[in-house]
């Protein structure tokens, strides 16, 4: 089956702007995580979803960052005014439940000139 | 909090030889421990998972890791390095789900494996 999927894989911005970034879960996976992953370091915690809602978004840096995944599926994190320090690599990932394997998506590479 | 160590930021091996990853964890109850490889422009792809039981766990690739309590380690080794294994690994756990810790992952920093002819 289908892995999981983010869209865009490569998203170039400048500085202030609003972006979006998407992630297509595997199919029937309740859980959905967050991570940012800056050059040279391992994938830090954003937030995580258990369908619908938040369930802890605590590694959310500031309030410019927020997330949501409406139908308990797609999920969308949203930076509002970037900065060139929020560039980074940005992975999704899924599991079945929480506790269970977490399965990584390509990831979106965000550049804030 | 959960933290995980992974010493030697950059580790080269011959083809043929054997490969050692090191990975030590931070915690006072025995997490949940992974180990995944992140190939170029890639995700991370599972390369194993310890839980519970046994200590010693195989994963994919011919990788195994060994669980040791009392060293608080979670080393990543392989018998024989191959030209494919060139990639970055990173060791990673969360929490027993039973305990409500499991929901993210705390990642070490890396380690890139350079293969050499």
């Known amino acids: 089956g289908a892995g999981v999927s983010q869209t865009p894989s490569n998203k170039v911005t400048e500085k202030g702007k609003y972006v979006e970034l998407r992630c297509d879960p595997i199919?029937?996976?309740?859980?959905l995580y967050w991570y940012r992953q800056s050059l040279g370091q391992g994938p830090e915690f954003l937030i995580y979803?258990?369908?619908?809602?938040?369930?802890?978004d605590s590694g959310l840096p500031n309030d410019r960052f927020f997330a949501v995944r409406p139908e308990g599926s797609v999920s969308t994190l949203k930076i509002q005014r970037t900065e060139r320090g929020d560039s980074a690599v940005y992975l999704c990932?899924?599991?079945?439940?929480?506790?269970?394997?977490?399965?990584f998506g390509p990831g979106t590479r965000l550049l804030v000139l | 909090a959960q933290s995980v160590t992974q010493l030697g930021s950059h580790v080269s091996v011959s083809e043929g030889a054997l490969v050692l990853l090191r990975c030590n964890y931070s915690s006072s109850v025995p997490p949940y421990l992974f180990w995944y490889v992140q190939y170029p422009n890639q995700g991370l792809q599972l390369l194993l998972k310890?839980?519970?039981?046994?200590?010693l766990v195989k994963g994919i690739n011919g990788f195994e890791a060994e669980f040791k309590k009392s060293e608080t380690s979670f080393h990543l080794t392989k018998p024989s390095a191959h030209m494919s294994d060139a990639a970055e690994y990173f060791c990673a756990a969360h929490g027993d789900p039973i305990t409500g810790t499991a929901s993210k992952l705390t990642f070490g920093t890396g380690t890139r494996l350079q293969v050499t002819l």
């Open positions: 979803f258990q369908g619908t809602g938040a369930a802890d």
């Open positions: 199919s029937g996976h309740t859980a």
């Open positions: 990932a899924s599991s079945a439940d929480i506790g269970e394997t977490q399965y």
């Open positions: 310890y839980t519970t039981g046994a200590t």
